[in-house]
Structures are given as structure tokens and as C-alpha cells.
């Protein structure tokens, strides 16, 4: 099985990404496929224009998914970095390269835009997902914190 196409989502993605980011134990609490705001989320992300959200694409089937976020800044003499959510691979895709080459081309791209750092955050809880994302050299330097300002739906 070779690579995967990896191409920016349409709206008729929507539903496949969507089933991605409930497919875990994670998702599965706080996800609801079908609802409305989901449609909503993908206008107003596709409607800017330092967003990228992609899906890798085999045989015209969604196995994966990621958004990658540019972010202009002042620290670092003016850095731009880039920002990778929500990245998500089919179960029956998982250990067969799909993740890295999701990743390499979120890295690639940012690289090309300009971007001086490639960041990500990962729950706590994803061990698996951790060892993953440092065997591609990425190193888990900071601690993050979250607030949420409006209870889940």
C-alpha cells in the first residue's frame, strides 16, 4: 500500500473527520458526529487563511486528518510558528507510516511558509501518541495549561 494523499479537507470530509476525532476513548466523551457546529467550525477554517485543515486521503477513503494553524508573532525577533491539532489516524491505518507522513507534511509546509517552529500539544494521557511525536524530533520542552470558558456540549 503506498502513501496517502494528503489534501485539504472538503466539506464532504466533515463527516469522516469528525468520526476521526471520536474514534477514541478521549473523543468518544466529548465528540458528537452530526452536530450542527461541526459545519460551522469547518466555514469559519476554511474561510482563514493561515488555517490548513487536511486530510490524508487513500483510495478515497479519509484514514487521517490534522490542522495546521500559522501563527504570527513578536517573541523570538518577530518568529512565525506553526501549530498542529487534532491529529488523528484511522485505527486500521495506525503503525504503517500514515502519522509521520501527515507530520512531514505538516513540517514541510510550515518550513515553506516561513514558519521557525512547528509545535504541538498532546493530552497528557497519549503516551503512545508522546513517543510518537518524539521519534520525529520533536522534544516535549514546555508544560501547557488549558482553561475552558464554556462547558462541553
Not at 107 to 118: F, K, P, S, Y
Not at 122 to 132: G, I, K, M, V
Request: glycine share 10%; aromatic share 6%; with cysteine.
Amino acid at each position: 500500500m503506498g502513501e496517502a494523499t494528503i489534501r485539504r479537507a472538503t466539506a464532504a470530509d466533515l463527516p469522516a473527520i469528525v468520526g476521526l476525532l471520536a474514534d477514541d476513548v478521549l473523543g468518544a466523551q466529548r465528540e458528537q458526529p452530526g452536530d450542527p457546529a461541526y459545519a460551522q467550525a469547518f466555514e469559519a477554517i476554511v474561510a482563514d487563511p493561515r488555517q490548513w485543515l487536511m486530510v490524508a486521503d487513500r483510495d478515497g477513503e479519509v484514514v487521517g486528518t490534522l490542522q495546521l494553524t500559522v501563527i504570527p508573532g513578536l517573541s523570538h525577533r518577530g518568529m512565525t510558528r506553526a501549530l498542529v491539532e487534532a491529529v488523528r489516524v484511522a485505527a486500521s491505518q495506525r503503525d504503517r507510516g500514515l502519522g509521520s507522513q501527515m507530520l512531514e507534511w505538516a513540517v514541510g509546509t510550515a518550513r515553506e511558509l516561513g514558519c521557525g517552529m512547528v509545535q504541538l500539544t498532546s493530552n497528557a494521557s497519549r503516551a503512545d501518541a508522546h513517543r510518537f511525536y518524539e521519534r520525529l524530533g520533536f522534544e516535549a520542552s514546555h508544560t501547557g495549561f488549558k482553561l475552558a470558558l464554556h462547558p462541553p456540549r
